[in-house]
């Protein structure tokens, strides 16, 4: 007998987190069908060789790696010694495992293209909901098992994806009601900056350091360029650079200003241009802007960025993206553009639950329960309960004869909102006694009213 | 560069064969949600020790160990190599492997209950929908990595119980109109067979060895309980045991002649004349018999058993279940009797699709292509695609412009069955031509026609 416990880093979600959980990803999953995008679902494990050497020394070591089964067979214990030699010499070895958890959504995805692409259909348009898993050290807010919302475009260079994807943001969090700000850079703009600082060896140093920027201040980032050896002068650009201010067309006009000679600058901030004017009719009240601090430093983006930023709340970004050039190429297959976005769905859980963004019925599954008062009784309020279950509403009878403050306190411990008592009297005359458990009202009613009344419940939840 | 391949037993759903799950997925939640039970979701990844020694020396084999990260750090080396020495001996080992993947739905739940039982309100009504990962050996219908689907009723010795499952059962494959025969037994029948058999102890070898009857035939079963020792008398019983036939009542009848003398017998049958006779007036045309040569072998049911096959294909089980006396004494909680069933999500998705009973519809998730014609053109696409959209029509705008053919092509590879044409002239007469693909036919429409067209479309899917 073993005290029962979870890893470190997972969770258990119960009926209120699943119910608000499926509430986000249903929405969010509505949405991208709406835009046209299809659902993929790939395996949690991978080859670890699919996974290997796609994250960086760092992100490699985070992956969950899959002990090979028959390990333990005595006939394999010399292979099984030589390779865990391997892997304490760093190497990795097929023997004690070649398989690893997912580690995030889009390697799978480029893996599956790249198996497939002969049979797609292109401009790609695919979504992909589901858990991936990192050997992070588990903090607050981070876990071990989470989830990644992923919708990408590949196949296409047309900015209007880009527009699509802007729109598709504003779409959602409209639906979720959740205000936000989409932050939009495009790290051809970047790679002008670095030019003018001294080449595009300075892209990946001048975007990681520009990334801190909201967490250590201008001071430190200089100290950090400064460190690395950029000239002062380089720094003075970058700090007025950084300090671009005003509406979308004072920004752009201000970065003209400064690197418009860069023919980079002019090719990225056209491209911003174009998506901001497709998109600005349709975007409703989302607050759309242009943000050059914006850089999404270490990754593998070459155009548009994204980064979505929830209002009226402290929290990390709750969203990001961009436009790459090539998504498949590591898996041999070459010359596939394309462009994504995430959404950081426990990070979005976090602030609706913050701002009480959740619909209050989604608590509500069952809408009644009807008490249990003998086997004559209970044999009718099957009758009446199945019948309200076959039109889609959520009823149970309790499970056995008891008291009724026994019945009385699961309906109340399960929030269901309405009681039925059928009893000898109501077998007798066909109507039920109705109670509303908030409101402690009653009424008698026979079944067709009761389904009725249920019907028009479930068109008007206010009710 | 590797060439991409799949860990063997695992597959990737594309978007069609998503939608189908869904389907399946869907239709059985919504029947849990309306019989009352609430969604849990357990990690993927649980402590070695929860898992272990639950399913038997077999299926402990089968567990997915996760490596511990770490392992290749060289301070760890002679720890590591330990614990390595400690697996090859055939013992666990954490320095090696802590946490494996979930082998099934039930331990998960059972260590759930047991962590929280002080906050449930019981009976526990929950239900589970997640993938469980098992190291078989892959074979055509067998997969590393499956869903299970799960539904228990916790808390309660109720018989109600037992009839809810069955009308659950018969509600879920009425909704997939999957027509279904659900068999019933009772392991009480099974203890008394084995009683007048010479004891106890031959319940299990009688359970498995009938569990096998319809794989083998009666001549190996006789004789494989032969081979254990079991008299002759004793197996001439057992024939006559399964040679039970007629309908129910006529089957009962048979029993009582058989093995009414035992307690135990008795006690079952009348606890299946209960469930029948409660839920037979709400089953409609699903098919529910006594089959007593259901015996559902090597686990841990006291009561009643179920199982589901599916009527006019060869398949094994699609679905099964039955009472257990005791979820979480395992785990330091005793004293929690229950009742669960099971769906077979990927055997009931091969039968849909032999019988071709997914609705076409699922197949078409945008409703209608707007061709791009230019940009001036595809500007006032946007405009009318957005009103659509935001009414939750899938709609898209083709992605830049080309040739008609190329356009023409993706909207019939992605299935999709309308396109609208918005070119000089229609942009002038603030009319778009809507084209039905799979009919040839074209229209003239204004905005607000072709809104009301897809809504009524969307609620008469035929049309």
Not at 49 to 57: C, I, Q, R
Not at 118 to 133: A, E, I, M, N, S
Not at 206 to 233: C, M, Q, R, T
């Amino acid at each position: 007998m073993s005290k029962p416990g979870l890893p470190q880093g997972t969770r258990d979600f119960s009926a209120t987190v699943v119910q608000r959980r499926q509430y986000i990803f249903q929405t969010i999953r509505r949405v991208f069908e709406t835009y046209g995008f299809q659902p993929l679902e790939t395996p949690a494990m991978e080859n670890l060789e699919t996974l290997m050497g796609k994250y960086g020394e760092e992100g490699d070591q985070l992956i969950f790696k899959i002990l090979n089964n028959g390990l333990a067979n005595p006939d394999k214990a010399d292979r099984s010694r030589a390779a865990l030699e391997n892997v304490l010499a760093g190497k990795s070895s097929k023997d004690l495992t070649e398989r690893a958890l997912r580690y995030d959504l889009t390697i799978p995805f480029a893996r599956y293209v790249a198996m497939n692409h002969g049979q797609l259909t292109f401009p790609f348009k695919r979504y992909q909901v589901q858990p991936v898993w990192r050997a992070d050290r588990p903090q607050k807010g981070r876990y071990r098992e989470f989830y990644q919302c992923d919708a990408d475009i590949v196949g296409s260079s047309s900015l209007q994806n880009e527009t699509e994807l802007v729109l598709l943001y504003a779409a959602v969090f409209q639906a979720l009601q959740l205000p936000i700000t989409l932050k939009l850079n495009n790290r051809k703009v970047l790679a002008a900056l670095a030019q003018t600082c001294g080449g595009p060896e300075w892209m990946v140093p001048i975007s990681v350091a520009i990334d801190k920027l909201d967490k250590i201040g201008w001071e430190k980032v200089a100290a950090e360029l400064e460190n690395k050896g950029l000239p002062a002068a380089a720094i003075e650009k970058i700090k007025t650079y950084l300090s671009i201010s005003g509406n979308n067309a004072q920004k752009a006009t201000a970065m003209r200003a400064l690197l418009g000679s860069e023919a980079q600058a002019e090719t990225g901030l056209a491209e911003l241009e174009t998506i901001l004017a497709q998109a600005q009719p349709f975007w409703g009240n989302t607050t759309v802007e242009l943000d050059f601090t914006l850089a999404r430093g270490l990754n593998y983006y070459t155009g548009t960025i994204f980064e979505v930023k929830a209002q009226g709340v402290q929290m990390g970004s709750i969203g990001g993206g961009g436009r790459y050039d090539d998504l498949t190429g590591l898996f041999g297959v070459p010359n596939l553009p394309g462009v994504g976005i995430s959404f950081g769905v426990d990070r979005i859980y976090d602030v609706m639950e913050e701002l009480a963004l959740f619909p209050t019925t989604l608590a509500e599954t069952t809408q009644l329960l009807f008490f249990h008062l003998g086997q004559k009784e209970a044999a009718e309020a099957f009758r009446w309960m199945q019948t309200l279950r076959a039109a889609g509403i959520a009823t149970e009878l309790f499970h056995e004869q008891q008291k009724f403050d026994k019945q009385f306190r699961y309906a109340e411990k399960k929030q269901i909102p309405f009681v039925a008592i059928l009893g000898s009297d109501e077998l007798a005359a066909g109507k039920i006694v109705l109670k509303n458990l908030s409101q402690g009202s009653q009424s008698n009613m026979g079944l067709e009213d009761l389904l009725l009344f249920f019907q028009q419940r479930a068109e008007n939840p206010s009710r």
